[in-house]
């Protein structure tokens, strides 16, 4: 805002326009990038019914150290890190929030190999133009910065094609991993929501990380160089 006590009624009738015209509200909900999104080492994508043995395999082999992080699931749902049919029901239902730009669930691959999630959930426009960021990773690429890289890619998407304001991380206080990526990000803690999220089947506090498209252009330039720019 301009320091100035007083301006001509031209100019703020000017100013007005502008924001009104810079105002991402209006923003179309389906990105113009392509479906595949690069860091310096990982891509993503959205997962196709094709992906399913892989995905499966690494759920199935990880889900003792990822169960506790997650939301419980419902004994009446087929699970579909075991059933194939589940898995292309999820796959329908991820592109059709992709579609209506409500959420963008994207598979995280290492050397094109399936590692993992990174994804843009309850993406709400009108005058909060926000989203919430959750990630998962196989144990045996854990510690090596490729979630952090792909929260990276994923905030460039959100920001640049999106036209995000704000993104969120939201984090179990005791997650040591998770906090991590916040870390070597440097995304800003906001505080401590007590019984936030149900996890496991209890209601868990979390601590929230808030990252807005303001604080994109000021580290834009850094986080492109460290997580961002094609390999040499």
């Known amino acids: 805002m301009s320091g100035a006590a ?11 326009t502008t924001v009104r015209s810079q105002h991402p509200a209006g ?9 595949k999104l690069y860091g310096k080492r990982i891509m993503l994508r959205p997962l196709v019914p094709s992906d399913f043995v892989a995905w499966s395999e690494v759920r199935r082999r990880n889900g003792e150290w990822l169960l ?7 004994e009446y749902i087929a699970d579909p890190a075991k059933d194939p049919q589940a898995f292309d029901r999820r796959c329908v239902a991820r592109d059709r929030e992709r579609q209506a730009g409500t ?21 709400v426009r009108g005058a909060m133009q926000t989203g919430t960021v959750g990630y998962w990773i196989d144990r045996k690429h ?25 993104i969120e991380v939201c984090i179990i206080p005791r997650n040591t991993n998770s906090k991590k990526v916040m870390e070597k990000l440097s995304f800003r803690l906001e505080g401590l929501s007590e019984r936030f999220l149900e996890i496991n089947g209890v209601w868990e506090d979390h601590l929230r990380y808030g990252f807005t498209i303001e604080e994109w252009h000021n580290r834009k330039s850094a986080m492109t160089q460290q997580w961002l720019a094609a390999k040499s």
């Open 142 to 166: 854990a510690g090596n910065g490729y979630i952090a890289e792909g929260v990276a890619v994923l905030a460039h998407f959100a920001f640049e094609e999106l036209k995000i304001h704000r």
């Open 27 to 35: 923003a179309p909900v389906t990105p113009s990038a392509p479906m």
């Open 6 to 16: 007083q301006y001509s009624a031209s100019a703020a009738n000017t100013a007005s």
């Open 103 to 123: 959420a963008y669930t994207l598979g995280l691959f290492i050397d094109d190999i399936f590692a993992g999630e990174v994804n843009l959930n309850n993406v």
């Open 68 to 74: 506790v992080w997650e939301p419980q699931r419902s």
